[in-house]
């Protein structure tokens, strides 16, 4: 057991924690310490991993440890971070963190409520970790069932519905995920010799094509559906507009990254030749997402319809750039992920924030807005600024990286599919601006409105949080870019074996 | 003859040994000390349980009619655990005054039907096969119908006499073909004999037909839910567990073992029934709101899954198989639990009833949800390890559609788990069921499911134990 295992251990320990917990006050006490632990953890894995890489450490994973679990299938438990996981895991981090102060105020259960929070953190810190198709699996398993209650317990709206649709809809992907990995396990060594289930130890050994052909469809779709790929990204915005604050956040932010970060890390890493085969569906898919999702955010009236959709859209263009197959694409995909995450955990938190205040979603019933509650409204107008690609903001590193990146391909399929992608910017462009206009400027619609208090402290703390994530990455974005794409590098290495 | 190859038989010895001393307990004692009956029953269960804990070595007696082997020692000793929590669990319904009188029945019976068992799982002949199978199912009629003035209760009975005698005859017809076409009863001889002509294969089919009925597969279950329903809920949980999971054992090594030479046609065969299975039930179980009908439609899909270990038919098949049975133990009992001791203090067995059960009944609702995961294969409850497990060992033998198809039921199944989830936890009730006290006995039965559910997936040593004793083709 090395220091990566205490972020699967620390979320375990703040369960305890919490039912041990007597009162309120200590719940929050538990939470708070858990989450700034998790979150200094973060930052030291940062540190010691650009120490180590500075210091001419070139080893592909970090840090690793390894412990046999199950002998008799060779299944071990093992961890190790490259770069790229060293971000999602302070992206996780930071997400947590500041969901743990956008449910400050819960009015029910808060035990409860809590505990399936740590166990949904439990399992997504756990898919970073994990470099064992098993474990892996697991962990992302252990993520989507807390999302069930967490939702129809606490959420709003039609909340039982929704939580049915997206937990049996996550399962189903992972339905598909399951036989795409027995069927990389069972493949992962020539014929009678030790089967594995370790990525790296898969990676040395080509898996034969007709498998490759089989197995890389079912993983993609598995991790894709995570990831809102169309046509099975139905339950995101039924679930995000159900699902309270926090969760949303959570969800949004790093859930749907699994999706992506599973889709280069086991189906494109693994299966490289079937990947270049059969990208251009996939590309056509994720190209719908992409368009698709920012028209449908704009004819939205909810405002957390409206983020879900351009979630939507933003996951297919992280979908639509891991395909590109390309450094600099994929690079731009993780920074999307990053970004995506960071904005719309701080749109999910401001539109729970207004809500509560409000008591309605409906942009038709909101108007100057800036006026009573400028705190939020400053925050919103950054979040939608960061969306549309403004720089100096998180989004417009990504985004540019990303279409860079897509128009190295230079055949006319791919060039034609990255303009009708990049059209997407414009739209978003439309659909921010249209409900940052009708929601904060002109004159108060609802003379209730007149009356709202401004942010809470544990309010702002959350949200300015989130800010200075999206400005650090808008603004000094070479150290992360550098990380991820130095360890991109085996990635594009086995593309181009 | 060799007294010393009795020994072989210390496990069955000792079981009878138990039953021996409870009758003459529920004869000769009477007045105060009756009143640890019950105890007494649970104790020399447990002391059979753990005294049997490692696992016998390979030796055979009678010539070979009788077998032992290290893994069916094992197989035995998960019977004994889940005989065990259901002895504790069935207390509070024996207390009631109309069983009170005739409960050391309910121990005698049970206990000679997992002697049956017993000699069914370490059979090495078709004749002391069929001999347990008979004892299984016998007493097993009587238990079912244990309730006797519950009209529910009497036409269970009535029900399962008559299929399982049905079964049996059909099972009869077929190993009586088995012996005309190969001349030998001895499961070791048998497969040199077996060229795989068209009537050895309906041999076969009747063979089979017969242990359907018993595991309940599709098209074979059509008895299952009404006896579920009907018979008394500690009865209803040994069926689904132990009756169940042992029949399950028992088609495997003999499928292994004596029907080694048609493999092709009985995988076939079996791909069939699983998926017919795994669908026809897990459509069923969305439609059902009495908890026991609902379960037993459960646990036919779970049959089903059972089956992906016995198509594999290799050595990681049994192994996954006879670790899902363990698993699958620990899950149900803990939803049977629940049921029954709602059923006892509330009567209500709907699934309406448990609306809103979290507020008043937190605890046991926890129980019921974790078991229900479990069930559901949601990591990191063991269910998850134990239903990899055997898609894995199904997909080592190629069959990657199947384990798709069982999948996507899974699916399914997580829908109608989630139900009584959402019923316990999210549904509001105006007049839930009211909060009460366990009994002692419930709860460590209800803590013993508990742990098994949490520690039996994540530490592997037990997994690791038993796939070191399985074999396969």
New interface residues.
């Given amino acids: 057991m090395n220091f990566l295992s205490l972020f699967v251990g620390i979320p375990v320990v703040m369960m305890l924690g919490l039912l041990l917990a007597g009162n309120l006050k200590q719940i929050r006490a538990v939470m708070v310490a858990g989450a700034t632990a998790l979150l200094a953890l973060a930052v030291m894995l940062t540190i010691m991993y650009l120490g180590e890489r500075s210091a001419g450490n070139t080893a592909q994973m970090l840090f690793r440890a390894d412990v046999l679990?199950?002998?008799?299938?060779n299944i071990h438990y093992a961890v190790g971070v490259d770069g790229i996981s060293v971000v999602m895991l302070l992206l996780s981090a930071v997400i947590v963190f500041t969901g743990t102060f956008a449910s400050w105020r819960m009015a029910m259960q808060q035990r409860e409520y809590f505990m399936w929070f740590c166990l949904l953190a439990t399992g997504v810190f756990g898919f970073f970790i994990s470099i064992d198709l098993?474990t892996m699996f697991?962990?992302y398993?252990?993520a989507l069932?807390p999302m069930?209650?967490l939702i129809?317990?606490w959420g709003s709206g039609r909340k039982?519905y929704a939580a049915?649709k997206l937990?049996?809809m996550l399962?189903?992907g992972s339905?598909?995920l399951?036989?795409g990995i027995?069927?990389i396990?069972?493949h992962s060594a020539p014929a009678g010799g030790t089967y594995t289930m370790n990525l790296l130890e898969i990676a040395q050994y080509r898996i034969p094509m007709e498998a490759q052909r089989?197995f890389f469809p079912l993983t993609f779709i598995g991790f894709g559906v995570l990831g809102a790929l169309f046509p099975f990204h139905t339950w995101s915005p039924d679930g995000h507009a159900s699902a309270p604050t926090a969760v949303s956040m959570l969800h949004a932010g790093v859930l749907m990254k699994l999706g992506g970060y599973g889709c280069f890390r086991v189906a494109i890493y693994l299966m490289p030749e079937a990947a270049k085969e059969l990208s251009w569906i996939f590309i056509l898919l994720t190209g719908i997402s992409v368009v698709y999702g920012a028209y449908s955010a704009i004819v939205q009236k909810d405002l957390k319809y409206i983020n879900a959709y351009s979630s939507v859209s933003h996951c297919g263009l992280v979908l639509f750039a891991i395909l590109m197959l390309n450094q600099t694409a994929m690079t731009g995909a993780v920074l999307q992920m990053l970004s995506h995450g960071l904005m719309t955990a701080l749109f999910f938190a401001l539109i729970g924030m207004i809500y509560s205040r409000t008591h309605t979603r409906l942009i038709t019933e909101m108007g100057g807005l800036m006026r009573v509650i400028p705190f939020l409204g400053v925050g919103y107008v950054i979040a939608g600024l960061a969306s549309l690609g403004l720089p100096g903001l998180s989004g417009f590193v990504a985004e540019m990286t990303v279409f860079v990146g897509a128009f190295e391909q230079a055949d006319t399929f791919h060039r034609v599919m990255t303009i009708l992608a990049a059209t997407s910017i414009v739209i978003t462009a439309v659909y921010i601006l249209r409900v940052i206009g009708k929601l904060l400027y002109g004159s108060v619609v609802n003379p209730a409105h007149q009356q709202l208090k401004d942010a809470t402290w544990d309010e702002r703390l959350a949200v300015i949080g989130l800010m200075l994530a999206v400005a650090a990455v808008g603004l000094a974005p070479l150290w992360i870019s550098d990380m991820i794409s130095d360890s991109m590098v085996t990635v594009v290495e086995q593309l181009a074996k | 003859m060799d007294f010393g190859n009795l020994l072989y038989l210390k496990e069955e010895i000792s079981l009878i040994l138990v039953m021996v001393l409870l009758l003459l307990f529920d004869l000769f004692c009477t007045g105060k000390i009756r009143r640890y009956f019950q105890l007494t029953a649970c104790v020399l269960m447990a002391v059979h349980t753990l005294i049997h804990l490692d696992p016998m070595p390979d030796g055979q007696a009678f010539g070979g009619m009788y077998i032992n082997s290290p893994i069916l020692s094992v197989v035995k000793t998960i019977l004994n655990v889940g005989t065990l929590i259901i002895f504790m669990q069935a207390r509070n319904w024996l207390s009631r005054e109309s069983t009170s009188i005739k409960r050391g029945e309910f121990y005698v019976l049970t206990l000679s039907t997992l002697l049956g068992m017993y000699f069914m799982i370490s059979s090495g002949n078709f004749l002391l096969f069929f001999i347990g199978l008979e004892t299984a199912s016998v007493p097993m009629a009587a238990l079912v119908a244990f309730d006797k003035y519950k009209h529910n209760s009497a036409e269970a009975g009535a029900k399962y006499i008559l299929s399982a005698v049905f079964a049996s005859g059909l099972m009869l017809y077929g190993i009586s073909l088995i012996y005309g076409t190969t001349g030998t009863l001895y499961f070791e001889d048998i497969p040199a004999g077996i060229d795989g002509c068209p009537l050895q294969i309906m041999a076969f089919v009747f063979f089979f037909a017969g242990m359907g009925f018993k595991i309940s597969l599709v098209p074979f279950h059509l008895w299952t839910a009404d006896v579920y329903e009907g018979a008394p809920t500690s009865v209803t949980s040994y069926l689904s567990v132990i009756s169940k999971g042992s029949a399950v054992f028992v088609l495997m090594m003999i499928l292994v073992k004596v029907f080694a030479p048609i493999v092709e046609q009985w995988q076939m065969m079996l791909y069939g029934l699983i998926v017919l299975t795994i669908s026809i039930a897990n459509l069923f179980a969305i439609r059902q709101q009495n908890l026991k009908r609902f379960m037993a439609f459960s646990s036919i899909s779970q049959a089903g899954y059972l089956m992906l270990g016995v198509i594999a038919g290799s050595a990681q098949g049994m192994s996954a198989l006879v670790y899902y049975v363990l698993v699958y133990l620990f899950s149900n009992l803990g939803v049977f639990g629940v049921i029954s001791i709602i059923e006892q203090r509330s009567g209500k067995v709907r699934m309406e009833d448990y609306n809103g059960l979290y507020r008043t009944n937190p605890r046991l609702s926890i129980v019921m949800m974790l078991s229900l995961f479990s069930l559901a294969g949601i990591p990191p409850f063991a269910g998850f390890f134990s239903k990899f497990f055997i898609f894995m060992s199904a997909a080592g033998e190629g069959f990657y559609l199947l384990v798709l198809l069982a999948l996507v039921n899974t699916i399914l199944s997580l829908y109608y788990y989630l139900l009584i989830v959402k019923a316990m936890f999210i549904n509001s009730n105006e007049s839930p069921i009211a909060t009460f006290r366990s009994d002692n006995y419930t709860r460590v039965s209800l803590i013993a499911c508990l742990l098994g559910v949490l520690a039996l997936g994540i530490f592997s040593m037990i997994y690791d134990r038993i796939s070191l004793l399985a074999f396969g083709l």
């Fill in positions: 679990w199950f002998a008799p299938f098993f697991m962990f398993e252990i069932i069930y209650l129809g317990v039982e049915m937990t049996l399962m189903g339905a598909f399951l036989v027995l069927g396990y069972f089989l």
